[in-house]
């Protein structure tokens, strides 16, 4: 009795001391954040005297109404939504076609066709950046919606992710449809895919935070003011030295900027946590 309470006392020691690890972790990484919001409730000549002002009153919301007050602001944060929502729902239904195929189907080349996609994991944006700007220009599209969604599509994870996740699911429910005469869209579109939810959630999820977050091609492609995202329309706004003259508007701009993407994790984060825990299909 007494070997197995001792056992009793130690794993529930061992417990406590992993959950006081991860809160402590979890302050860790959510201190930055408290530091950004807090910081964007505080007059820029204040912060500008002592930054230590964000622990004590006076807070002004001044920054956020001087973001809000920009012309173009609200049309960069629709353009942001649109080309966000757009890649996100291509590469999920793209990914999810060509992760069927590659798991479910046989046809000549496939495997081969399979690496030369996961070689594109290792292929960074940079190094195709020049040639998509040439080809982007001759086809006119930049300054587009089109110009900046479409390559996105292009998601080497995403067909990985959907494939490991259609392999997964067991073969006798395919055999099962068939005996009922079922092709295999009806097998992809009504047995298969609504057992993806998780991993689509997942993929979703990780898209559109990207698209969301992209700057690089978004200060390439889109030179006109109208069609900035948020991300490179808010960079425009910045002043010349914001560090110590404008802080808290800028930090007003980055909580502005970020929390669209917030929102859109809690709200998918079980899908992730089951995606990724393996225990969506059982």
């Keep these: 009795m007494s070997g197995t309470s001792s056992g009793m006392v130690g794993k529930s020691l061992g417990d406590r001391f992993i959950l006081l690890a991860v809160v402590v972790a979890g302050l860790i990484m959510v201190l930055p954040i408290l530091w950004v919001v807090g910081l964007s409730f505080k007059l820029n000549a204040e912060l500008k005297l002592d930054t230590n002002s964000v622990f004590h009153f006076p807070y002004t919301v001044k920054n956020?109404?001087?973001?809000?007050?920009?012309?173009?602001?609200?049309?960069?944060?629709?353009?942001?939504?649109?080309?966000?929502?757009?890649?996100?729902?291509?590469?999920?239904?793209?990914?999810?076609?060509?992760?069927?195929?590659?798991?479910?189907?046989?046809?000549?080349?496939?495997?081969?066709?399979?690496?030369?996609?996961?070689?594109?994991?290792?292929?960074?944006?940079?190094?195709?950046?020049?040639?998509?700007?040439?080809?982007?220009?001759?086809?006119?599209?930049?300054?587009?919606?089109?110009?900046?969604?479409?390559?996105?599509?292009?998601?080497?994870?995403?067909?990985?992710?959907?494939?490991?996740?259609?392999?997964?699911?067991p073969k006798e429910l395919d055999e099962a449809a068939r005996l009922d005469n079922a092709s295999h869209f009806k097998i992809f579109w009504k047995v298969l895919l609504p057992l993806t939810i998780p991993a689509q959630a997942t993929l979703g999820v990780f898209t559109f935070l990207g698209a969301w977050n992209d700057y690089l091609w978004p200060l390439i492609s889109a030179t006109k003011k109208d069609m900035y995202t948020i991300t490179t329309g808010i960079a425009s706004m910045q002043m010349n030295f914001a560090q110590t003259e404008g802080l808290g508007f800028l930090m007003a701009q980055a909580v502005f900027a970020g929390l669209p993407t917030l929102v859109v994790y809690l709200f998918f984060q079980k899908y992730i946590v089951t995606a990724v825990s393996g225990y969506a299909v059982r």
Excluded: C, K
């Design 64 to 169: 956020y109404v001087d973001v809000l007050g920009g012309s173009n602001v609200f049309r960069w944060f629709l353009n942001s939504l649109i080309v966000s929502s757009g890649m996100t729902l291509g590469v999920l239904v793209l990914s999810s076609l060509a992760g069927y195929g590659f798991a479910r189907l046989r046809f000549p080349g496939r495997d081969i066709l399979f690496v030369i996609v996961l070689f594109g994991l290792a292929v960074p944006e940079q190094a195709v950046i020049v040639a998509r700007h040439q080809i982007f220009s001759i086809l006119r599209l930049h300054n587009s919606y089109p110009g900046l969604i479409l390559p996105g599509l292009a998601a080497p994870f995403g067909v990985f992710l959907m494939t490991q996740y259609f392999r997964e699911i």
